[in-house]
T-cell receptor
Framework: KNEVEQSPQNLTAQEGEFITINCSYSVGISALHWLQQHPGGGIVSLFM???GKKKHGRLIATINIQEKHSSLHITASHPRDSAVYIC????????????FGTGTRLTIIP | DTAVSQTPKYLVTQMGNDKSIKCEQNLGHDTMYWYKQDSKKFLKIMFSYNNKELIINETVPNRFSPKSPDKAHLNLHINSLELGDSAVYFCASSFPPPDTQYFGPGTRLTVL
C-alpha cells in the first residue's frame, strides 16, 4: 500500500462540473503539495498547504491534518483543466522528502 | 527566462553507455532535486541537495551520481546505463523546504 493514496485514478466530467480529487496519506507530514502535469509532460506546483484551505482562481485545496486527508476542487471545470493531478506528502522527519501519489487523470469534455 | 532548465530534453542511448543530464535554476533557490518518473507515470525522489550538500539520497543504484558545482546547478551522471533506467527525469528547485518546488521540463531518457 502506498503511503500516499489518491482517488479516483481516472475522472471524466463534462465542462462546467465541480471536480473533487482526494488524497490520503499515512505518514507524518510537514506539508502537502498538489501538482499538475500537463499532457505535454510539464509539472506545475498548484498548492502547498499544511493546514486549512487555499484558493487560487477556480482551484481550491483543503487539508484535514487529523484525518490525514486533502482534497483538490476545481469549480466550473474547463477542457484546459484536463491533466494529471498529483498529490505529494512532504515528510516531517527533517529532510522534507516528497512521497507522491499515483495521480488522477482528469478529462473534461466540452 | 526559463526558471528551471534541463538539457537535453531527449536522450537516446545504448545500454552500457555513460550519460549526463544537466539542470540549472535561476531562481536563487538553495535546494535542488532529481526525480524519476517511470513508465506508469509514478514520480519518486532520487536526490536532494541543499547549498551543494547532499541531504536526500534514496535507494538509487550507485551508477547514478549527482554533482552540484554550485547551488544553481545539479547535474545527474549515469554510468553503465541499463534498460530499466529508461524514464523521464525531472529536476526541481525550491527555497529550504517545505516550500513550493519548481520543476524543469523533464529529460526523457531511452536506453536501447
Amino acid at each position: 500500500k502506498n503511503e500516499v493514496e489518491q482517488s479516483p485514478q481516472n475522472l471524466t466530467a463534462q465542462e462546467g462540473e465541480f471536480i473533487t480529487i482526494n488524497c490520503s496519506y499515512s505518514v507524518g507530514i510537514s506539508a502537502l503539495h498538489w501538482l499538475q502535469q500537463h499532457p505535454g509532460g510539464g509539472i506545475v506546483s498548484l498548492f502547498m498547504l499544511s493546514s486549512g484551505k487555499k484558493k487560487h482562481g477556480r482551484l481550491i485545496a483543503t487539508i484535514n491534518i487529523q484525518e490525514k486527508h486533502s482534497s483538490l476542487h476545481i469549480t466550473a471545470s474547463h477542457p484546459r483543466d484536463s491533466a494529471v493531478y498529483i498529490c505529494a506528502a512532504a515528510s516531517n522527519f527533517g529532510n522534507e522528502k516528497l512521497t507522491f501519489g499515483t495521480g488522477t487523470r482528469l478529462t473534461i469534455i466540452p | 527566462d526559463t526558471a528551471v532548465s534541463q538539457t537535453p530534453k531527449y536522450l537516446v542511448t545504448q545500454m552500457g553507455n555513460d550519460k549526463s543530464i544537466k539542470c540549472e535554476q535561476n531562481l536563487g533557490h538553495d535546494t535542488m532535486y532529481w526525480y524519476k518518473q517511470d513508465s506508469k507515470k509514478f514520480l519518486k525522489i532520487m536526490f536532494s541537495y541543499n547549498n551543494k550538500e547532499l541531504i536526500i539520497n534514496e535507494t538509487v543504484p550507485n551508477r547514478f551520481s549527482p554533482k552540484s558545482p554550485d547551488k544553481a546547478h545539479l547535474n545527474l551522471h549515469i554510468n553503465s546505463l541499463e534498460l530499466g533506467d529508461s524514464a523521464v527525469y525531472f529536476c526541481a528547485s525550491s527555497f529550504p523546504p517545505p516550500d513550493t518546488q519548481y520543476f524543469g521540463p523533464g529529460t526523457r531518457l531511452t536506453v536501447l
